[in-house]
């Protein structure tokens, strides 16, 4: 397999409402899609930077420069050795980038497995044919907004409720939700780092919640600050950001700073680094779930192949495009009985629709074989 092109296209994807974490609020999804062509055929995905440097040091810009500068051109001079499974150690000289990396990896895995017929969930040893379904809560204006998303949600089949939440948001939206809503209720926190190791006795004050998870409470760099929380507290920690390769994802383990793991593949280098992370912490006994980056359909596909390996054994944030989008970029994935299912075509299974495509598209350029 040669790659003869590459096309990077900045897409505007309104979304149903505001999402706010604790760094960001936004109404529009900013999206880059990789688009690889081939001599065998073309390949999407979706890279997982915001706008801003704001989850982590990855932007749109940054992953679009150093795509053109640097990682094509490694992958254009693969030449007809190119296959997938060369671009990570083709471009493990660079440091970093990440949801770059990810981002052409995917695109070309897509290309290799069309060109195979073979689908994304059986390259990557799916074992379920659809995946339970959690939902994202973002921080709130008030708490009756609040419970007015959770009791929605609920109401549509999600299994699984998380709540963003922030200094100052955080004991009584978890306590309104849980006393609302029941003690049967799957719940879990996400903090994207919000949090300092001076907060400790603040966090422990949610044990009596029995929450799941708290997700990635403090700075993404502090793992044994993890581990010494994970001592401090009832409630499982979770790491997110923190977890960028299957041997960071070992490390933590072994700290103790990791009783659960959210796996992203845009963070981590894509899905074949994912799968390694997978089977670390199978390995470990240590739940995995799938997290995501408000993808449209392109993005989510993939993640519902990962989120079937079985390794995957909690709810993931893999909702139906119909939590953030009002039209999403391929046909929809939609939540039936708490459950969506795993695409099963070639590839990531879905195509976009160029249609809705052009109406979103705010740019677009080729980056051509030299």
């Known amino acids: 397999m040669k790659l003869e092109a590459v096309e990077l296209l900045r897409l505007d994807v309104p979304l149903k409402g505001a999402f706010r974490t604790s760094f960001s609020s936004i109404n529009t999804h900013q999206v880059l899609w990789v688009h690889a062509i081939t001599d065998v055929g073309e390949g999407w995905a979706e890279c997982g930077a915001n706008e801003r440097p704001d989850y982590s040091s990855e932007f749109h810009n940054g992953a679009a ?20 499974e060369a671009i990570a150690p083709t471009l493990h000289w660079a440091k970093g980038h990440r949801m770059a990396k990810a981002a052409i990896e995917t695109a070309v895995l897509d290309a290799q497995l ?10 990557l040893g799916a074992t379920k044919t659809r995946v339970p379904a959690g939902v994202s809560v973002g921080i709130m204006n008030s708490l009756d907004e609040l419970l007015g998303h ?15 939440i922030e200094p100052g948001w955080d004991y009584e939206p978890v306590k309104l939700v849980r006393e609302t809503f029941g003690a049967d209720l799957l719940l879990q926190v996400d903090a994207n780092t919000a949090y300092t ?65 959210n796996i992203k593949p845009s963070r ?7 799968r390694k992370i997978h089977d670390v912490s199978v390995a470990n006994d240590i739940p995995v779930w799938c997290g995501g980056m408000l993808e449209t359909g392109i993005g989510r596909a993939a993640n519902l192949a990962l989120a079937a390996l079985p390794g995957f054994t909690l709810p993931g944030d893999t909702s139906a495009s119909s939590r953030y989008f009002e039209v999403d970029t391929t046909e929809p994935f939609k939540l039936v009985d708490g459950y969506i299912d795993v695409p099963t075509g070639p590839g990531i ?6 249609e809705i495509v052009d109406r979103y598209t705010v740019s677009q350029e080729w980056v051509k074989r030299p």
């Open 114 to 123: 069309r060109a195979a017929g073979t689908s994304f969930a059986s390259y």
């Open 197 to 261: 190791r001076k907060d400790f006795d603040l966090l422990k004050r949610l044990d009596e919640f029995n929450l799941l998870l708290i997700e990635q409470p403090i700075e993404e760099e502090d793992i044994l600050g993890h581990a010494k929380l994970a001592d401090f507290i009832d409630t499982p920690v979770c790491l997110d950001e923190s977890i960028v390769s299957a041997d960071i994802a070992r490390d933590a383990i072994e700290l103790g700073a990791a009783e659960i793991i």
């Open 65 to 84: 420069t150093v795509l053109k500068e640097f990682f094509l051109p490694d992958v254009f001079g693969l030449g007809n050795d190119l296959t997938a």
């Open 150 to 164: 959770v009791e929605r949600y609920l109401a549509e089949g999600y299994l699984r409720i998380k709540l963003k």
């Open 349 to 354: 299974g879905v195509d976009p629709i160029r």
């Open 268 to 274: 981590v280098g894509g899905y074949i680094e994912s």
